[in-house]
């Protein structure tokens, strides 16, 4: 999509053609725009008030002190510089900022969709700078509704041919802020990722991250870096009807090893397969389906264990896809190495038909402004949650007196914002998390927060109030840490219980199991282990194998730690898809145990 500039030559060629045109026949460009009276148009004049400042470099492109010619030494033009909000036509070219017609808004000879163009407006901010939150300069930011060309090339944000929606030459499919809005792809707020005013997840967004492939087809819709599967802020497509399960380890496989068979139809009716295997011995392994072989599983050494995937599709499109030519769905299926079979096993049968309820992940608030509050000035207040619970609180305020602010929450002071002025006013955030990143400056949400009061203040003065908003029915409305000890519960009532070492344990070495319960039952599960020997440990639960736990070591001691909850909201807590409370729990190595017990059960109400 991105066009060739015209050369230096090319450039200066065509001005004198203009000239010479001009010259000959003064009449050919009458109806043009010519500012400074030079004979060159203002649409190809590389300094189009003659002020001798390059349009390329001139903070008023359209406006100043001409240096020779017609107006020697007069002021021409406007008054407003090129990233001024009254400013629509920073060239002067009679076409206006915001027209597909504009291809060079800023007038210097460089397109908008230029690989070499980098400021788009010529505001002297490039396009990338985070104070940049008007690309093209047509007075709507980046984010807001109105703006749906962001970099001004002519392609609308959603169109599919618009392959660099912000204009920084960051491919979409490798940019980190795709719609240059300031907010990271990754990031919880950031709920339009590539700025077309369709939210993320909704029905009417079928290219969350507006990259080659739509949602259907792409394994990372938000292009936040991880993939849909592993992703917590990923919302499943109304046709996505994925169903996993783990196969049977039989006698060949080593203990802890573990194969995952995934099956998911789409409503176009292809088929995707794929198989995950975990800590079984490097090699090739044939996959037989009702009979017929469909392709290898390849296991190789990875990190501190062998690791191998395969993937299957009716239409393969990707390199590493084997072509699905069979009917596999419901049929056993084996794979094995050398004549012996390492798991068994059947091929799940994904849902016909499925309704997804998800509610929205972000539910903002409006603070209202208290006496000391500057007019024009505005407050907000916002929660991410989970299934479980809450999982962040965001306040912000504008346009208020540069300085520090404290944030009061249910009647007590929970941290301070510091506003600053920036290139696009005075703003100040402050963030509270469940296990917050303090590089992030982010403070923990160790307290309760959904529907409580908020005030923001100066001393005495109030600036803004309002109530922290709640999740809806059915989501919970407190952090997930119940109990204020810092730890993830899952939203539920802990209950706790040591297991019992047997003489093979370590001396002074403990595993303890913690299982959350919500009203419809329970909502978590953690197995902690400390002080034992380094290495991996299986989880039996039940007699079944439930995953391991690796046990290292680091400046806090020996320990080690695996999480179940119904909801997983990260890459590393396993879904709590089994029945837990009162079965039998084991941690082994091959045939050594080294702790027993039982989970325990939901308590009395």
């Known amino acids: 999509m991105k066009k060739h500039p015209l050369t230096p030559f090319r450039r200066t060629a065509l001005a004198v053609v203009l000239l010479t045109s001009?010259?000959?026949?003064?009449?050919?460009?009458a109806a043009a725009p010519d500012l400074d009276g030079d004979g060159i148009p203002n649409v190809v004049d590389p300094d189009i008030d003659n002020d001798g400042i390059p349009n390329a470099l001139d903070r008023n492109v359209d406006g100043g002190i001409a240096k020779s010619g017609l107006h020697l030494g007069k002021y021409i033009g406007d008054h407003l510089d090129?990233?001024?909000?009254?400013?629509?036509?920073?060239?002067?070219?009679?076409?206006?900022?915001?027209?597909l017609g504009e291809r060079d808004i800023d007038g210097d000879s460089r397109r908008n969709d230029d690989a070499t163009e980098l400021d788009i407006d010529g505001d002297k901010r490039q396009d990338d700078a985070p104070g940049e939150m008007d690309i093209d300069g047509d007075g709507a930011n980046d984010d807001s509704s109105r703006e749906d060309d962001i970099d001004g090339?002519?392609?609308?944000?959603?169109?599919?041919?618009?392959?660099?929606?912000?204009?920084?030459?960051?491919?979409?499919?490798d940019d980190t802020d795709i719609d240059g809005d300031n907010r990271r792809n990754a990031e919880v707020a950031e709920m339009d990722t590539d700025g077309d005013d369709k939210s993320d997840g909704t029905v009417e967004e079928t290219n969350d991250d507006g990259d080659r492939m739509g949602n259907r087809e792409d394994g990372d819709d938000d292009n936040d870096g991880d993939a849909?599967?592993?992703?917590?802020?990923?919302?499943?497509?109304?046709?996505?009807?994925?169903?996993?399960?783990?196969?049977?380890?039989?006698a060949a496989a080593p203990s802890g090893s573990r194969l995952t068979a995934k099956i998911e139809r789409m409503a176009t009716g292809k088929i995707k397969f794929a198989l995950d295997g975990r800590d079984f011995p490097e090699g090739v392994y044939n996959v037989v389906v009702d009979g017929s072989l469909i392709g290898s599983l390849v296991m190789e050494a990875s990190k501190n264990r062998p690791e191998g995937q395969q993937d299957w599709e009716t239409n393969p499109n990707k390199e590493n896809e084997l072509p699905l030519t069979i009917d596999i769905i419901g049929k056993p299926i084996m794979v094995t190495a050398g004549g012996v079979t390492f798991f068994s096993g059947t091929v799940p049968t994904p849902q016909t038909s499925v309704v997804v309820v998800t509610p929205p992940r972000i539910i903002p608030g409006v603070l209202t402004q208290g006496a000391a509050a500057p007019a024009g000035?505005?407050?907000?207040?916002?929660?991410?949650?989970?299934?479980?619970?809450?999982?962040?609180?965001?306040?912000?305020?504008?346009?208020?007196?540069?300085?520090?602010?404290?944030?009061?929450?249910g009647d007590l002071v929970r941290g301070s914002l510091t506003a600053v002025a920036g290139a696009d006013g005075v703003k100040g955030e402050l963030y509270f998390e469940v296990g917050p990143d303090a590089s992030k400056g982010e403070l923990p949400l160790d307290f309760t927060a959904a529907g409580e009061p908020v005030v923001v203040r100066q001393g005495g003065d109030i600036y803004?109030?309002?109530?922290?908003?709640?999740?809806p029915p059915g989501v919970g409305d407190g952090v997930e840490d119940n109990d204020d000890n810092g730890e993830d519960d899952g939203g539920g009532t802990p209950v706790e219980v040591l297991l019992s070492s047997s003489a093979a344990a370590a001396p002074g070495s403990k595993a303890e199991v913690q299982i959350q319960f919500g009203p419809a039952g329970a909502t978590g599960l953690e197995i902690e282990v400390e002080d034992a020997l380094a290495g991996a440990y299986d989880l039996i639960i039940d007699g079944t194998p439930r995953g391991f736990v690796e046990v290292t070591t680091s400046v806090d001691g020996t320990k080690?730690?695996?999480?179940?909850?119904?909801?997983?909201?990260?890459?590393?807590e396993l879904p709590l898809d089994f029945i837990a409370p009162g079965k039998s729990i084991s941690l082994s190595q091959g045939t050594t145990v080294f702790f027993t017990g039982n989970i325990p059960g939901q308590p009395a109400s």
Do not use: C, W
């Open 22 to 29: 001009a010259a000959l026949s003064p009449v050919v460009f």
């Open 82 to 99: 090129n990233d001024s909000p009254a400013e629509d036509d920073i060239d002067g070219d009679d076409l206006a900022d915001d027209s």
């Open 153 to 173: 090339d002519g392609f609308s944000d959603d169109d599919s041919s618009e392959m660099d929606i912000d204009g920084d030459s960051r491919s979409d499919d």
């Open 228 to 250: 849909d599967e592993d992703d917590a802020d990923h919302r499943s497509e109304d046709d996505e009807m994925e169903v996993q399960v783990s196969l049977t380890r039989e």
């Open 377 to 409: 000035s505005s407050g907000r207040i916002g929660i991410y949650f989970t299934t479980a619970g809450l999982k962040k609180v965001e306040v912000e305020i504008e346009d208020v007196e540069p300085g520090i602010y404290e944030v009061l929450i």
């Open 464 to 471: 803004f109030t309002g109530v922290v908003p709640t999740a």
């Open 560 to 572: 080690g730690k695996l999480r179940f909850e119904t909801t997983p909201d990260n890459a590393a």
